[in-house]
């Protein structure tokens, strides 16, 4: 193994070492009474080193979910055909594997982690602002322009709307395989509205730039 991916490997288990001991305590105290110096000192590494690692305190909760950050993007990028479509495919095969990110996932731990973030809300503001990025990067896989900068601000509104009312509804008591079938129904008629109502360049597969 070259000096670089191993270098690149030691970073990686930093970053996942020091989230997860972070999203540990702060399930176990709320995130506002954890100090950046307190997981700092349960991940035995002092707190410049953590700042290196992660600009901001939501930055520990976030890391979780950062490698969906230009998932829709990738999805486009590599797809054959209909953006939308293959959105929707996409989203159907979340759900078929219970994806945590579709919110159709009663896994406690799972759970435990979405109501950290849904119900915090310094955490919200920040996971906005991956949302932001997300949707520019889509924006651009689509081909940059009004149409569909427009065009992706609706599909990521869809798939966020989407995943909370899963999430909500198995918060509030429900299993993942009774939501089942009414999260794949809505995801249907949702991606079924976008490509009806999207420029035809993007129903057709093509890009609008």
Not at 104 to 132: I, K, M
């Amino acid at each position: 193994m070259s000096e670089i991916g191993l270098r690149e490997r030691k970073r990686q288990r930093m970053y996942q070492v020091v989230s997860d001991v972070a999203i540990r305590l702060f399930l176990e105290k709320g995130f506002d009474a954890v100090s950046v110096a307190e997981v700092a000192a349960a991940a035995e590494i002092s707190k410049p080193t953590l700042f290196r690692y992660f600009p901001a305190k939501e930055d520990l909760v976030l890391h979780r979910i950062a490698d969906h950050e230009g998932e829709a993007a990738r999805v486009v990028t590599q797809a054959r055909g209909a953006p939308v479509e293959a959105l929707r495919r996409h989203f159907l095969a979340g759900l078929e594997r219970c994806d945590p990110v579709t919110g159709l996932n009663d896994d406690p731990r799972v759970l435990a982690f979405h109501g950290l973030l849904y119900e915090t809300p310094s955490l919200v503001a920040r996971a906005y602002t991956h949302q932001e990025r997300s949707e520019a990067a889509l924006a651009e896989a689509l081909g940059g322009d009004l149409d569909a900068r427009l065009a992706a601000g609706q599909i990521m509104a869809v798939q966020r709307i989407l995943a909370m009312e899963n999430w909500r509804r198995i918060a509030a008591g429900e299993r993942a395989a009774d939501v089942r079938a009414d999260a794949v129904a809505a995801a249907e008629r949702a991606f079924g509205w976008l490509a009806a109502g999207l420029p035809p360049g993007l129903r057709a597969g093509t890009r609008t730039g």
